[in-house]
């Protein structure tokens, strides 16, 4: 058995192509069950940790000795407001951390600090473990939040969201491979790791995921 954690949000990310990976993993190990968990960083970090998931693919801040961290990929994450909120038709030149603080963050649990620094916000007015929370929430128009961008492109495409000054408060996220130390030596794991970063130099499929 395969035991997996991700962060949620990813069937979208084409830089990753987690479903392709899967796919080929599947494909030359087909009597692997795949235990598959979709969960906060710091959740699934606990589970890693107790020994109840053998890999994780998250966004990391913090590293822990006891776990050993590959590099996998960047995040494009973007600030946004909804069609319905005051920010939206405002032009980008007016947006400041002075004005953005008049306004109502929603914050992910387990990143609240760094988001609100980067926008000089000193609190927030709600929290999030999970991205479908935080997309609900700024879809209400009553917060503004920080989204994957890859994520957030089909409510853009639609006019739904917008992304606030893009070329100021959009920054990357690292994304991490992560093990507990010893435990990437299972040439189960090995093979799982292979079938990641053969994706990762794979163009993506041609069919929208």
Known sequence: MLRLGTVDALATNQEL????????FRRHNPS??????IAGPEELERQIIAGSRDILIVPCTNKRSELRYRSVLEEKQSLYCARSH??????SPRITNDLLSDHPVVARGYLHQFDLKRIGHHGEAATVEIMESQLI???SGAFIGYLPAHYAQAWVDRGELRALRDEHYAYNSAFYLVTQRGGAESPLIQ????AILDARRTEPAAASL
């Open 86 to 91: 005051p920010l939206f038709h405002l032009p």
């Open 191 to 194: 093979r799982f790791v292979a």
């Open 32 to 37: 692997v069950v795949v235990d598959f968990a």
């Open 17 to 24: 192509s987690l479903p392709q990976a899967l796919s080929a």
């Open 137 to 139: 929430l700024v879809l």
